[in-house]
C-alpha cells in the first residue's frame, strides 16, 4: 500500500479564499484523523471519523472549518473564509483496530503546509 | 489518557547510543507505551510499543520497568538521519483510543 496521501503538499492563498485538502487513507482503514501543527501548538486532532461518520469533531477550532468523508477512500478538510493565523502543516491519518499486532497505530500522510498571506 | 513527561530536547553524536526516558506516574493497568518518530517535515511514524518488560524491533528497543511509571526509548549507534523529534503516548490501546500528543523530545545528533 502506499500510505495516507494527502494533496497538495503545499498551498499558499490569500485570506479569505476557500482552502480544500484532500485525504486517501490506507485501503481497508476504518478510522481517519485530521490534525494540524504548529509551532505553539504542536500536534492538535481537529476531526476523527469511523466508518465515514464524524465522531469526534471538538478539535475543529471554529465554524470557518469543515471535514466530509465521502467514501471510505477519500476525505476533506476545507476552511472557508481562510485566515493568516490558519497558517500550518495539516495532517491526515488513518489506522484500524482489527487485526493489528500493536494496538491502535496510526499511520500519518506527508501533511499539507498551508501558509494564508 | 495518563500524563507523561519527556526532556523537551537531547544532543548526541553519530555512533552513541541514545536513550529518552519518559515518566508516566498515573499509567493505568490496561495502557500501553508507544513511541512515535517525527522527521522534520514529514508526519509522525510508528517505531515501537510495549507493555512490560523489554521489546525490541529493527529500530529501537523500549525498556519498562516493573512498576511501568517510566519507560526508555533506545536507540542503538544513532545516525544523522535519527535527528527527530520522539512521542511517547500512554493509552489504552486494547480498542479505539484519541492519541494525545506532547511536546515529544527533539533529538539532534551531531557528526
Known amino acids: 500500500d502506499a500510505g495516507v496521501i494527502q494533496s497538495p503538499r503545499h498551498e499558499v492563498t490569500e485570506m479569505g479564499q476557500e482552502v480544500t485538502l484532500r485525504c486517501k487513507p490506507i485501503s481497508g482503514h476504518d478510522y481517519l484523523f485530521w490534525y494540524r501543527q504548529t509551532m505553539m501548538r504542536g500536534l492538535e486532532l481537529l476531526i476523527y471519523f469511523n466508518n465515514n461518520v464524524p465522531i469526534d469533531d471538538s478539535g475543529m477550532p471554529e465554524d470557518r472549518f469543515s471535514a466530509k468523508m465521502p467514501n471510505a477512500s477519500f476525505s476533506t478538510l476545507k476552511i472557508q473564509p481562510s485566515e493568516p493565523r490558519d497558517s500550518a502543516v495539516y495532517f491526515c491519518?488513518?489506522?484500524?483496530?482489527?487485526?493489528?499486532?500493536?494496538?491502535?497505530?496510526?499511520?500519518f500522510g506527508a501533511g499539507t503546509r498551508l501558509s494564508v498571506l | 489518557l495518563a500524563k507523561t513527561t519527556q526532556p523537551i530536547s537531547m544532543d548526541s553524536y553519530e555512533g552513541q547510543e541514545v536513550n529518552i526516558t519518559c515518566s508516566h506516574n498515573?499509567?493505568?493497568?490496561?495502557?500501553?507505551i508507544t513511541w512515535y518518530q517525527q522527521f522534520p517535515s514529514q508526519g509522525p511514524r510508528f517505531i515501537i510499543q510495549g507493555y512490560k518488560t523489554k521489546v525490541t524491533n529493527e529500530v529501537a528497543s523500549l525498556f519498562i520497568p516493573a512498576d511501568r511509571k517510566s519507560s526508555t526509548l533506545s536507540l542503538p549507534r544513532v545516525s544523522l538521519s535519527d535527528t527527530a523529534v520522539y512521542y511517547c503516548?500512554?493509552?489504552?490501546?486494547?480498542?479505539?483510543?484519541?492519541?494525545?500528543f506532547g511536546t515529544g523530545t527533539r533529538l539532534l545528533v551531531s557528526p
Open positions: 491519518a488513518s489506522s484500524t483496530t482489527t487485526g493489528a499486532l500493536a494496538k491502535n497505530i496510526q499511520y
Open positions: 503516548l500512554v493509552g489504552d490501546y486494547t480498542g479505539f483510543q484519541k492519541l494525545v
Open positions: 498515573n499509567i493505568a493497568t490496561n495502557d500501553y
